[in-house]
């Protein structure tokens, strides 16, 4: 997840999936000739390193940056005000799409009885929104590499919008699955896209609040969608759950282009290197990312081939990705057991089932609230070893993943007639704030870990995560009625306790591990202790270069 990787780059300190050719530009001065290639030979003929020497020179001089660290028109310096904006909007944006996904769930009775189908095609709809939500962003991040964020933003989101027409009006099942399908695919680039553009927005020492702010985002919509959905749906038809959408995802629009400019520095030079030519006729000026060598076909292509070759050839991605996604699709897997279990065991009305996601909701906040304490919990451990490690973000995915069973097994074994229902609905504040911890520190763990390929790490956690989000709510509502819902809940409670060590382990061995890892990163004593992983690692980033590169 290209953007997501500038994203946690600012918020590790460490650099992402490296490009082949620095597209960022910098300040680094040219080396000053020797005094042997300052002078001509007898034949007047300049000495070889003299003539590149020069050359080089001269392609410095024509690289257009800013003008200065002031520079009005790096995104970095604009006013707090307008920051602050982009950020929200940005951040709602993901909201819209979070939400749209599991608002849909108050459709199922409309869509059973409108269009005559039973109820596991009307969740297939659910199905195909998440998928692509976890789909998509292998596309979006990488082009938004070549041509920026806002033009992403507007295609995708003018495709999100149109995509949703079909849902709202559409005459037959087929419609209204297909497009849920287009739509999640069209959406998810502001679950992609829109973290580099806060990113792009503010300094490293800025981005904890802002960054919170989105993070939130694609938690909270999910919890709200089935709260909007049924209070919907109590006083109008289903088909108004996709109207609201719709004109959501129209004042969305309206905002983007008005209020969010470019912030892509690299794209914002080359505009600006395209002016300048015009200007003074000098077709030498050039941007940074001008000079690329990769083609917007073969940064696809690698944008999908690495992140599984991570999920596979990694065991710390593939079990810490495996857990992330058996909590996301026990989230997704709620939306179709809360009703189950308020309606028939508490006596919920449809309108009301929404309610009995507050618990999650709070639990998600409150872990949210809680970042600043793991911050200082990273400090204190890097200084008293006298230097961070990777391992050092685990902390809170450890206490994530005591707290997510808990809340689990507190459900199972309060789903009874005879349980007051505020205890089951509370049974997912744990839950909640288990989940976001989980995933904040597994994020934070794999962009330091395997720091020259964070982009694609957090890939491969996005399209594992979003496949069992996906398939899960498929197989619960059989699950509920044929295991009963003490035990199908107390199923996913071990489940997910099965998934609680990885975390604890790789704490401890974490270092080991990375040490003979192909992909991950070493610190200076490690790859001094370990020379032939170090040696692995930079083999594969070589290869990966020749590779972009192509054929000479």
Not at 312 to 337: K, N, W
């Amino acid at each position: 997840m290209a953007s997501t990787a500038e994203v946690v780059e600012q918020l590790s300190g460490f650099p992402a999936d490296p490009p082949s050719n620095d597209i960022c530009g910098t300040d680094e001065r040219m080396p000053r000739p020797s005094n042997a290639s300052e002078t001509s030979n007898p034949n007047g003929v300049l000495n070889k390193e003299h003539r590149d020497s020069v050359s080089d020179r001269h392609a410095a001089t024509n690289v257009v940056g800013w003008d200065g660290p002031a520079d009005p028109a790096n995104p970095l310096n604009f006013g707090n005000f307008r920051k602050w904006a982009v950020a929200v909007i940005c951040s709602t944006g993901a909201l819209c799409v979070a939400c749209s996904s599991s608002i849909y769930t108050a459709t199922y009775d409309g869509l059973e009885q409108d269009f005559h189908v039973k109820e596991i095609t009307a969740i297939t709809g659910l199905t195909l929104f998440v998928f692509g939500m976890g789909a998509g962003p292998m596309l979006y991040a990488p082009l938004s590499e070549f041509y920026g964020r806002r033009i992403i933003y507007i295609l995708s989101f003018i495709f999100y919008l149109a995509f949703q027409f079909p849902v709202g009006f559409g005459k037959n099942i087929t419609s209204v699955l297909v497009n849920r399908l287009l739509s999640g695919l069209a959406g998810s680039a502001f679950m992609s896209v829109a973290g580099g553009t806060v990113s792009d927005l503010f300094s490293k020492d800025q981005l904890g609040k802002p960054m919170m702010v989105f993070t939130a985002a694609p938690f909270l919509g999910p919890s709200l969608g089935p709260l909007f959905g049924d209070f919907i749906t109590h006083r109008l038809e289903w088909r108004w759950v996709i109207y609201v959408m719709i004109i959501w995802t129209a004042v969305m629009l309206c905002l983007i282009v008005l209020f969010v400019p470019e912030t892509y520095a690299p794209v914002l030079l080359r505009w600006k290197a395209q002016k300048l030519r015009k200007q003074t006729g000098n077709t030498d000026l050039h941007a940074p990312i001008e000079k690329i060598e990769r083609s917007v076909i073969t940064t696809v292509i690698l944008s999908c081939k690495r992140p599984f070759q991570l999920l596979f050839l990694e065991p710390m991605v593939f079990c810490l990705c495996l857990f992330t996604a058996i909590l996301l699709g026990i989230m997704y897997l709620f939306f179709q057991a809360f009703p189950l279990v308020f309606e028939n065991n508490h006596g919920f009305e449809k309108q009301h089932v929404g309610l009995s996601f507050m618990g999650l909701l709070t639990g998600i906040i409150l872990g949210v609230l809680t970042e600043p304490f793991w911050m200082s919990t990273y400090h204190k451990l890097s200084l008293r070893s006298g230097g961070s490690r990777p391992e050092f973000r685990l902390p809170q995915a450890m206490a994530g993943a005591v707290f997510a069973p808990i809340g689990i097994f507190w459900f199972a074994f309060t789903t009874y007639r005879s349980v007051q229902y505020i205890v089951p609905i509370v049974a997912g504040v744990p839950f909640g704030f288990g989940i976001i911890l989980v995933f904040s520190g597994v994020f934070t763990y794999l962009v330091e870990a395997y720091r020259p390929y964070s982009a694609s790490a957090l890939a491969a956690n996005g399209f594992l995560r979003s496949s069992f989000a996906a398939v899960f709510p498929l197989f619960s509502v059989p699950m509920y009625n044929n295991l009963g819902y003490t035990w199908a809940s107390a199923l996913l409670a071990f489940l997910c306790l099965a998934c609680t060590p990885f975390p604890f382990l790789f704490y401890k061995f974490g270092p080991y591990l990375r040490k003979r890892s192909r992909f991950a990163w070493t610190n200076q004593d490690e790859e001094i202790s370990q020379p032939e992983a170090a040696s692995s690692s930079e083999k594969t980033q070589t290869e990966d270069r020749d590779w972009e590169k192509g054929p000479e």
